[in-house]
C-alpha cells in the first residue's frame, strides 16, 4: 500500500533550522502534489506549504521566507527547510500528498488518493 514517512522534527531555539523530509513509498504511482499541514495545541491544523507537480510553490504567509519546499522526484521525496525558526512555529508538522497509484486489480489503470504523514514533533524554545 502507498504510504507516506515524515521524518526531521526535533527542538531548536529561536532563529534555528530544521529540514524535514517526507518520503512516498509502496508501488507503482506519480505524485501530484506534496506539502506540510501543521497543528499546534488548540488551533486548526493549517497548510504550511504546498508543490505541485510542474506548478508554483505555496506558503502560508507567515513562513514566506523562511522555509522552502522542495522535491526529489527520483527519491519520491520531498524536504522542508526550516529556517529563522519562531516559537509560534511549534506544532506537529504532517505531511500530505496527492497521488495516482496502481492498486493491480486492474492492469494499466491508476487511482487518485490522498495520503497523511505520521506527523513530526517540531519544537521551537529558548
Known amino acids: 500500500q502507498v504510504q507516506l514517512v515524515e521524518s526531521g522534527g526535533g527542538s531548536v531555539q529561536p532563529g534555528g ?34 508543490i ?35 516559537p509560534e512555529d511549534t506544532a506537529v508538522y504532517y505531511c500530505h500528498a496527492e497521488v495516482d497509484y496502481d492498486t493491480g486489480d486492474i492492469a494499466g489503470t491508476y487511482r487518485w488518493t490522498e495520503l497523511w504523514g505520521q506527523g513530526t514533533l517540531v519544537t521551537v524554545s529558548s
Not at 60 to 78: E, H, L, P
Request: proline fraction near 3%; include cysteine; hydrophobic fraction near 30%.
Open 17 to 50: 533550522a530544521l529540514t524535514l523530509s517526507c518520503e512516498v513509498s509502496g508501488g507503482r504511482f506519480g505524485i501530484d502534489a506534496i506539502g506540510w499541514y501543521r497543528q499546534a495545541p488548540g488551533k486548526e491544523r493549517e497548510l504550511v506549504a504546498h
Open 52 to 86: 505541485p507537480n510542474g506548478g508554483s510553490t505555496k506558503y502560508a504567509d507567515s513562513v514566506k521566507g523562511r522555509f522552502t519546499i522542495s522535491r526529489d522526484n527520483a527519491k519520491n521525496t520531498a524536504y522542508l527547510q526550516m529556517t529563522n525558526l519562531k
